[in-house]
T-cell receptor, first 115, second 111 residues
């Protein structure tokens, strides 16, 4: 596609439910990143993939969060037993390579609201 | 990890004036410094970036300056227009392009 695509754009869920957020990166981009942006804050790193493997998941806040990228393109961020504190915009970014100096392109984000 | 600090958190200028936003970072090995603009409800978009082999880069009304010795870089917007109103983020990637973002500057350009 022309850019990074994220679905859904908005998700409202009840506390305790499970949610999946999807990211479709730019075709051919090997590196994929997930960030979380709370209101009034800069994006914070969650996890990144190089190909199919999670190369760095140090930003995942706890074991309720998990992400996969089984075929090296589309990625899904999964959140179990959602809590109100999980409410934020979840941004996905991709870059052609994972090296520094490579422009990262962001998706529109998924606004998650846990009620 | 990288420690990125961004100032000011809010900036209000009159249309036509200049705006300057500054970021400091901690890892002296960093060599790529992008600036992103984020309008309300929209994705962050790259507006300008600089690599460590140069001290300044300009693109029309936008410029970025880099001081590697002092470990800071700044975004300069001249002749500001109302459509420049947005939140601006600096970022410093690590070796694997994992971005550390500043906390953002909300720029308000008053017509």
């Amino acid at each position: 596609g022309a850019g990074v695509s994220q679905t859904p754009s908005n998700k409202v869920t009840e506390k305790g439910k499970y949610v999946e957020l999807r990211c479709d990166p730019i075709s051919g981009h090997t590196a994929l990143y997930w960030y979380r942006q709370s209101l009034g804050q800069g994006p914070e790193f969650l996890i990144y993939f190089q190909g199919t493997g999670a190369a760095d998941d140090s930003g995942l806040p706890n074991d309720r969060f998990f992400a996969v990228r089984p075929e090296g393109s589309v990625s899904t961020l999964k959140i179990q037993r959602t809590e109100r504190g999980d409410s934020a915009v979840y941004l996905c970014a991709s870059s052609l390579l994972r090296q520094q100096n490579t422009e990262a392109f962001f998706g529109q984000g998924t606004r998650l609201t846990v009620v | 990890g990288e420690n990125v600090e961004q100032h000011p958190s809010t900036l209000s200028v009159q249309e036509g004036d200049s705006a300057v936003i500054k970021c400091t970072y901690s890892d002296s090995a960093s060599n790529y410094f992008p600036w992103y603009k984020q309008e309300l409800g929209k994705r962050p978009q790259l507006i300008i970036d600089i690599r460590s082999n140069v001290g300044e880069k300009k693109d029309q009304r936008i410029a970025v300056t880099l001081n590697k010795t002092a470990k800071h870089f700044s975004l300069h917007i001249t002749e500001t227009q109302p459509e420049d109103s947005a939140v601006y983020f600096c970022a410093v990637p690590n070796n694997f392009n994992k971005f550390y973002f500043g906390s953002g500057t909300k720029l308000n350009v008053k017509p």
